[in-house]
């Protein structure tokens, strides 16, 4: 059993299920369940698909996580992010609203689970290491200033277009003339509800004396609120002949499970999407994941949170849904709500499942304006402008990856927005260790400590030079290394001996062996002895494996100490 239950960590947990563990579940399911109605909704208008495929994307694809995912209280389904990044590659291919659309996104998809599932079996999940943090927070920003710029026109109740801010502005400003008053109201009067009750709601209900548990999930239902108001008003005031853009009718029943007819064309056209959409997911994901597992001393496997997202995204396609991932916000719902266990997850598809063959009907006088205000809602709190400041205060490299990842995501699109901050990310740490920080070291006085001689009052000699490098060694910092212990040797005209402190050296590849051996062979010219000192046991193995050592014509000490006692004149 136990090979078993490494795969399908549902063997664990559910060896220990009882009627506590239910009754929580139960209940964070019916809090989880009353969010993600209108989130799913507007998530699928966001993404550009009927709003009846993100209800179907947040059935199969919770029970698939259930079985597979190791964390205890994920909640999977369509977020803003990839609703966003899923219009923008379908929207490539095929207009929205029409049946290649759809089979566009179920295809996405599709690749999607395919791809993450593969990373997970590969164990690559270290591939989400390439997306920084500035980077990821830069991208999240940029897309929810993105969202909500994009949902305005639904506010405004005008038509729009564009897939960039200055497109979307540009379209906005065209029609400004053209605002629908009765769309208009509807849509600031559903923002204003929400930013209050967010904000302000849960405070006055404990005020009040009613339980903070209680008051949480009041607060947490108002955008159902929103939405039972807003459809009464719609069908009391007939605003559909207002000229307010209502969902319409929306197909009743569960989705159908198959695949599509899909053609190799599409699917090679969509790789590049699916990749991008597979790590954004999974590090959003598994960031919640592990954050929320730290709370109750609990522990994921990404590799196999891996698998767990790829099989809900597969199952996502089969059911006729779009890409799916971890959601922050559903997740801390589902959390403080006090679920245990992945059951709540399969417990909220059920609940999704009986709004799909119920309530639907109900939601045809739903105005599209209502959507737009909660999608609006809920992205505007992935906008952190604050992070701007502290990263631009910390680190300049860090912020300049981030600010290119803003700006191209704003000005050109989320994929070469995330793709601009990646590439800068990787070519700004390759042009810091290209020229890694290389210190001449000193001898603290009555101490076996040894610092930099620009920093501290050491002790050193004429006749010893002692250098720290801090960094590895490899093939972009390994000529930099080269021309500046030559520099120093030629300052020195007393020198003997140069030990190279290794401490924070933790691999050497083989162009940087190459240069070791050159500086070996200039020192040996001029009659300058090369020593090491603090070899890491890793990179002294690998040495060991090489001639390096025996042409060495000096010695590798156990210490820095060791090294400058046994050198320097007595």
Known sequence: MQPLSRYLPILNWGRAYDRHILTSDLLAAVIVTIMLIPQSLAYAMLAGLPPEVGLYASILPLVAYAFFGT???????????????????????????????????????????????????????FLANFLSHPVISGFITASGILIAAGQLRHILGVPGHGDTLPAIVMSLAGEIG??????????????????LTRKHLKRLLVASRVPGRLA???????????????????????????????????????????????SLDLLATLVGPAFLISIVGFVESVSVAQTLAARRRQRIDPNRELIGLGAANIAAGLSSG????????????NFDAGAQTPAAGIFTAAGIALAALFLTPLLASLPQATLAATIIVAVLSLVDLGAIRRVYAYSKSDFAAMAATILVTLGWGVELGIVAGVLLSLLLHLYRTSMPHIAVVGQVPETEHYR?????????????????????LYFANSRYLEDRIAALVAERTELKHVILMCSAVNAIDASALESLEEINHRLTEVGIGLHLSEVKGPVMD?????????????????????????????
């Open 216 to 262: 949480d999930m009041i607060a947490r239902a108002a955008p159902i609120a929103a939405v039972a108001v807003t459809i009464a008003a719609a069908e009391a005031l007939d605003l559909g002949a207002r000229g307010v853009a209502l969902v319409g009718a929306i197909p009743q029943g569960l989705p159908a499970f198959g695949v599509p007819a899909l």
């Open 452 to 472: 930099n001689v620009e920093r501290h009052a050491v002790l050193t000699s004429p006749e010893v030079l002692s250098i720290r490098i801090d960094e590895s």
């Open 71 to 125: 964390s205890r209280t994920l909640a999977v389904g369509p977020v803003a992010v990839v609703s966003l990044m899923t219009a923008s590659a379908v929207g490539q291919i095929a207009a929205a609203g029409s049946a290649g659309y759809l089979v566009a996104a179920i295809a996405l998809a599709l690749l999607s689970g395919v791809m993450l599932v593969a990373m997970g079996i590969f164990r690559l999940g």
């Open 178 to 195: 053209n605002v629908n008053i009765a769309t208009l109201a509807i849509g600031a009067g559903v923002l204003a509800f929400l930013f």
């Open 542 to 570: 690998r040495l060991k494996a090489t001639d390096f050592l025996r042409h060495l014509n000096g010695r590798v000490f156990l210490s820095q100490h060791e090294a400058s006692l046994c050198l320097r004149p007595q």
């Open 322 to 333: 779009y890409p799916v991932t971890g959601g922050f916000a559903r997740s801390v719902v």
